[in-house]
């Protein structure tokens, strides 16, 4: 599986971006997706994963109740629906791919990665 995210970019606090996914390959339907994020000297951190139907999703505490995350199978993509940003939600975001079962919250448990978005959030 291939991965090429998108749809990062500058937006004041308070505004809302929608990254989205596109997976090439066969049996995206198979995995599970997750997003992550990362800022320069820090860990890469979980930030929402789904499981291979879209029909249940897991979020970090710093997100939940403000990003959603979904998928449309039919066209291999997820999606990150991000409101309400904050400046310390600035960083790359990554999407991946894990071929263990739902829910998968640790970086090694994943098997694919894109090759992120910049999502910067001024204040």
């Known amino acids: 599986v291939q991965l090429q995210a998108s749809g990062g970019g500058l937006v004041q606090a308070g505004g809302s971006l929608r990254l989205s996914c596109a997976a090439s390959?066969?049996?995206?339907?198979?995995?599970?997706m997750g997003w992550f994020r990362q800022t320069p000297g820090k860990e890469r951190e979980f930030v929402a994963t789904i499981n291979w139907r879209g029909s249940a999703t897991f979020y970090s505490d710093s997100v939940n109740g403000r990003f959603t995350v979904s998928r449309d199978n039919a066209k291999n993509t997820v999606s990150l629906q991000m409101n309400s940003l904050k400046p310390e939600d600035t960083a790359v975001y990554y999407c991946?791919?894990?071929?263990?079962?739902?829910?998968?919250?640790?970086?090694?448990?994943?098997?694919?990665w894109g090759q992120g978005t910049q999502v910067t959030v001024s204040s």
């Open positions: 390959g066969r049996s995206f339907s198979n995995y599970v």
């Open positions: 991946a791919a894990s071929r263990l079962q739902y829910p998968r919250l640790y970086l090694y448990e994943y098997d694919y």
